[in-house]
């Protein structure tokens, strides 16, 4: 369990908290590209890190993300006139471009060159694997945008969703690095189910429901953690589960295809990015580093009817704590373990269902949170260290970023850090 002070500093993200100030020390991803695809098309709102601002892609096709509020009399910018090159607010026709700079305002005298010294917030972007990421530290301080494999891929090769989630950063992470929930939130209670997976095979799927107590080790990494899950195959032979966890907010999820052709398989991943200290957006991409999605896959996995949905136009999901997640307690009792449909409604059922941010004093945790102890050590660690003086190190290392997950059978013999090594890096 945690003290409530290293509570509140885990999950307190706000500007001028002690972990809000390291998150702004890495890129996070701001919005889909398809938001503000259109140039001179309309704002969008975006709350990050407990900070309101807009988003637009101005007349040049460059994307700004700037304070919702105009300097002059702080009305909204959402509803700004986004035209040549910069935003309008439409109370007194101040302007601004994404560099938060004020442009023009048509009702002071020309002569004064007041304009000069007005300014908004605005922050830099970036346009990378149909994401539009934003750094919001200082700018003498900007790392390279992290280089994971999947926002390099073809667009045909990778797909990428989000979806809003009401909880605290944190409680969203800790499940996606709890390798040991797979074999009951995503369990079946009946040998005909598909499994936990769209990818499970029939070899999967016995090695979850044969060994339900894995054995962890967790290896600190550069780029964070490699969470390393062991399970008995046969007398000779272990199935291994290796998650990798990316700092700040990132996982990656081994596929669940047979072992044993698991090497560039598909592989998916989450990133957890704050909203504020209640909620956060739940981003999934999906890679396939070998050939290209066919239509009816990637209406799978990115459609707002598939996989990680059913989601409504703002994100949202349909399955949510107002409908209880949609439970059906005759499937709980007879095919699925929660009687819950969609792996990411699943999740959020159990993470929202701890409240908006979890009292971590109230736990009682046992050895397979190894992963989640040094998750909470290693974070308040390096926020404590940034208030010190000592930047993180990863911020600064976009090709620390380009890895895999793994899944695979190794002879007992083998360690699992050489065994490994080839399935968990991502192509350069």
């Given at each position: 369990?945690l003290?409530h002070?290293d509570?509140?500093?885990?999950?307190?993200?706000?500007?001028?908290t002690?972990?809000?100030?390291?998150?702004?020390?890495?890129?996070l991803?701001?919005l889909?590209?398809?938001?503000?695809?259109?140039?001179?098309?309309?704002?969008?709102?975006l709350?990050i890190?407990?900070?309101?601002?807009?988003?637009?892609?101005?007349?040049?096709?460059?994307?700004?993300?700037?304070?919702a509020?105009?300097?002059?009399?702080?009305a909204?910018?959402f509803?700004?006139?986004n035209?040549a090159?910069?935003?309008?607010?439409?109370?007194?026709g101040?302007k601004?471009?994404v560099?938060?700079?004020?442009?023009?305002?048509?009702?002071?005298?020309?002569?004064?060159?007041?304009?000069?010294r007005?300014?908004?917030?605005?922050?830099?972007?970036?346009?990378?694997?149909?994401v539009?990421w934003v750094?919001?530290?200082?700018?003498?301080?900007?790392?390279?945008?992290?280089?994971?494999?999947?926002?390099?891929l073809?667009?045909?090769?990778r797909t990428?969703?989000?979806?809003?989630?009401?909880?605290?950063w944190?409680?969203?992470?800790?499940?996606?690095?709890d390798s040991?929930?797979?074999?009951?939130?995503?369990?079946?209670?009946?040998?005909?189910?598909t499994?936990v997976?769209f990818q499970d095979s029939?070899?999967?799927?016995?090695?979850?429901?044969?060994?339900k107590?894995?054995?962890?080790?967790?290896t600190e990494?550069?780029?964070?953690?490699q969470?390393n899950?062991?399970?008995n195959?046969?007398?000779s032979?272990?199935?291994?589960r290796i998650t990798q966890?990316?700092?700040?907010?990132?996982?990656?999820?081994?596929?669940t295809v047979d072992?044993?052709?698991?090497?560039?398989?598909d592989?998916?991943g989450?990133?957890?990015?704050?909203i504020d200290d209640e909620?956060?957006?739940?981003?999934t991409?999906?890679?396939r580093p070998?050939?290209?999605?066919?239509?009816?896959e990637r209406d799978?996995?990115e459609?707002?009817e598939?996989f990680?949905?059913p989601?409504?136009?703002?994100?949202h999901p349909?399955?949510?704590?107002a409908?209880n997640y949609?439970?059906?307690?005759e499937?709980?009792?007879?095919d699925?373990?929660?009687?819950?449909?969609g792996i990411?409604n699943?999740?959020?059922?159990?993470?929202?269902s701890?409240?908006?941010?979890v009292?971590r004093t109230?736990?009682?945790l046992g050895?397979?949170d190894?992963?989640?102890?040094?998750?909470?050590?290693?974070l308040?660690?390096?926020?404590?260290a940034?208030e010190a003086?000592q930047?993180p190190a990863?911020?600064?290392?976009g090709a620390?970023?380009n890895?895999?997950?793994g899944?695979?059978?190794?002879?007992?013999s083998?360690p699992v850090?050489?065994g490994?090594?080839?399935?968990l890096?991502g192509?350069?």
């Open positions: 369990m003290s002070e509570n509140e500093t885990l999950c307190r993200v706000g500007a001028g002690a972990m809000g100030t390291l998150m702004r020390r890495f890129w991803p701001a889909l590209e398809e938001e503000v695809a259109i140039p001179d098309g309309a704002p969008v709102r709350r890190l407990g900070e309101d601002l807009i988003a637009f892609r101005d007349s040049e096709n460059r994307v700004g993300i700037v304070d509020y105009c300097a002059h009399r702080r909204g910018l509803f700004g006139r035209e090159s910069g935003i309008r607010c439409v109370y007194h101040w601004f471009d560099d938060g700079q004020c442009t023009d305002i048509p009702s002071e005298p020309t002569d004064t060159g007041y304009k000069n007005v300014k908004i917030k605005a922050y830099k972007t970036a346009v990378r694997g149909g539009v750094y919001m530290g200082p700018v003498e301080l900007m790392p390279q945008v992290p280089d994971f494999e999947w926002s390099r073809p667009a045909p090769q990428v969703t989000k979806r809003i989630q009401y909880t605290n944190t409680q969203a992470v800790e499940g996606g690095i040991a929930h797979v074999s009951f939130l995503h369990g079946h209670n009946t040998k005909t189910s499994g997976n029939e070899e999967v799927w016995h090695y979850l429901e044969k060994d107590h894995p054995v962890f080790s967790v990494m550069p780029h964070g953690m969470i899950a062991r399970r195959a046969d007398s032979t272990y199935y291994w966890f990316l700092l700040p907010f990132y996982t990656l999820t081994p596929p072992p044993k052709d698991s090497l560039g398989a592989y998916y989450h990133a957890w990015v704050p909620s956060c957006w739940t981003w991409f999906h890679a070998k050939g290209a999605f066919s239509k009816e799978l996995f459609g707002k598939g990680w949905g989601i409504d136009d703002n994100y349909i399955y949510n704590l409908n949609m439970i059906d307690r499937r709980q009792k007879h699925n373990f929660t009687g819950i449909e990411q699943q999740d959020a059922a159990v993470q929202e701890m409240g908006p941010m009292d109230q736990e009682h050895h397979s190894l992963a989640i102890v040094r998750f909470r050590r290693m308040l660690n390096m926020a404590r940034l003086g930047a990863a911020a600064a290392g620390l970023y890895k895999r997950p899944t695979m059978l190794l002879d007992q083998v850090e050489t490994a090594k080839t399935w890096q192509s350069e």
